[in-house]
């Protein structure tokens, strides 16, 4: 059974910086895709990055170059550093997996907040 389980979020002003973090079980990380996706309130869930089982990474144009997107094999825990962070980055922010049959599977989500 897979299970993301994600932590990190809360408040932090304009210009700081966060790390988000993704626990999975079920899964090893290290061979899979995990991607990070966000929420605000009232838009669409949007991808933000992604990180393959090869370890390529891509990042959406308005988080790249201040987001970072990594994993640690031995913790099977996979991060989204966020620096130079702006109100527009204030959003739930999901782990997300994918199996080889379109399953996806979410985390329960993490609040971030970016405000002075």
């Known amino acids: 059974q897979v299970q993301l389980v994600e932590s990190g979020g809360g408040l932090v002003q304009p210009g700081g910086s966060l790390t988000l973090s993704c626990a999975a079980s079920?899964?090893?990380?290290?061979?899979?895709?995990m991607r990070w996706y966000r929420q605000a309130p009232g838009k669409e869930r949007e991808l933000v990055a992604t990180i393959t089982s090869v370890g390529n990474r891509v990042y959406s144009a308005p988080v790249r170059g201040r987001f970072t997107i990594s994993r640690d094999n031995a913790k099977n825990t996979v991060y989204l550093q966020m620096n130079s962070l702006e109100p527009e980055d204030t959003a739930v922010y999901y782990c997300n997996y994918r199996d080889g049959a379109l399953q996806d599977y979410w985390g329960q989500g993490t609040q971030v907040t970016v405000s002075s």
């Open positions: 079920g899964i090893i990380v290290s061979i899979s895709t």
